[in-house]
């Protein structure tokens, strides 16, 4: 090799331990915001560790997986990143307070093109503000420069979290029974489903601009897309402390009838009306201006359900008093009854499990 050839380093190549350090540095403070008594040892570490406390009889460890999904590339357009790290807890959390679990802690993971210590900063400070909103610990994680596969503008982010139930506190399908009632809470807006739907709708075909104000909204379409997504896990923890909760059902992708579904069991049916809540204006706009078929919108979008609670029949007031009190939207959705279908056809996917069926029509929609 001559003077006059350049030498080969991991910086020529496109990354840039520096920056990583850097953002290490700027986040840091956040994460220290969510740490719980049980964190041991501190940030930097190969592992997290985290010592289990209290008089558990038989724990029960829970763990969920999730990502945002192509909510990023709306971020990302208005170079807004502070709010999707609540998107990323919430929908690792929600997930996991389903079976009754407090979520512990979580783990993230951010795949960058080209580290901005900045931008890597403001994912980590959104994520830590859900995690503090959830009341878990930001225990560790992991930024990933990836140059050559992904742009310098681009990023992905995912999350692992843990959390813990009693054994005999697992909640399950086998404990939901003909007359329990289902109770929805309402939903922030669109959360972190159907985002290529809506983009391809609004953006692609309606030429909508982000940054332009919109009546229905009284804000932005790009404010309103990034609306974070609603964590239910402390009101779910509160309302099963309180009442005799049978199951929960975080709406994700598959929507409100499908997740439902997934927590009944087989030949129970769960009849769900339609009339008792007004989706928000997001979704009329995208149903009308996409013309998206009724069946598409409930199997893509949460339609302004964000979770729904199984509850024993004579708790039914009381588990909409608990609610209330946590500022949160609720409602009597429906109800479950006996399946007299011949599981065929449609029915033939929930074989294991029961049905849940949307009936009647939305007002003002």
């Known amino acids: 090799m001559t003077d006059n050839e350049p030498s080969a380093s991991y910086a020529a190549a496109g990354v840039d331990i520096d920056a990583g350090e850097r953002a290490v540095e700027l986040f840091a403070p956040h994460a220290k915001r969510t740490l719980r008594p049980e964190v041991m040892g501190g940030l930097g570490g190969f592992a997290g560790l985290f010592k289990l406390k209290g008089d558990y009889r038989e724990p029960v460890l829970a763990s969920s997986t999730d990502g945002v999904g192509t909510k ?144 229905e909204f009284e804000r932005t379409l790009g404010e309103e897309m990034l609306e974070p997504t609603r964590i239910y896990a402390k009101d779910c923890l509160a309302l099963a402390a309180e009442t005799d909760v049978r199951t929960f059902s975080h709406v994700t992708g598959g929507g409100l009838a499908d997740n439902l579904a997934r927590v009944l069991p087989s030949g129970l049916v769960a009849e769900l009306d339609r009339g008792t809540w007004t989706p928000a204006p997001i979704f009329q706009m995208i149903a009308q201006r996409g013309r998206v078929e009724r069946v598409e919108m409930e199997r893509t979008f949460n339609m302004g359900v964000g979770m729904v609670a199984v509850v024993a029949p004579e708790d039914t007031d009381r588990a909409l008093a608990v609610l209330t009190a946590r500022h949160l939207n609720c409602w009597v959705l429906g109800s479950i009854k006996k399946s007299h279908a011949t599981k065929t056809g449609e029915h033939a996917k929930h074989s294991k499990t029961g049905v849940a069926e949307l009936m009647g029509e939305h007002p003002r929609f």
């Open 72 to 215: 990023i590339a709306v971020a990302q357009a208005m170079g807004k990143h502070d709010t999707l790290g609540r998107d990323l807890v919430a929908m690792v959390v929600d997930d996991l307070v389903v079976c009754g679990a407090e979520p512990l802690f979580l783990q993230d993971y951010i795949a960058v093109g080209k580290v901005v210590p900045e931008v890597v900063a403001e994912l980590v400070k959104g994520i830590a503000d859900g995690c503090v909103e959830a009341g878990c610990t930001l225990l560790g994680g992991e930024t990933a420069e990836h140059p050559g596969l992904m742009a310098e503008g681009d990023y992905d982010l995912s999350a692992t979290g843990v959390g813990i139930v009693e054994a005999d506190s697992v909640l399950s399908p086998d404990r939901v029974r003909p007359g329990d009632v289902v109770i929805a809470m309402g939903s922030s807006g669109l959360h972190s489903n159907g985002y290529s739907l809506a983009r391809k709708v609004l953006l692609e075909w309606g030429h909508m601009d982000l940054g332009g104000h919109v009546e």
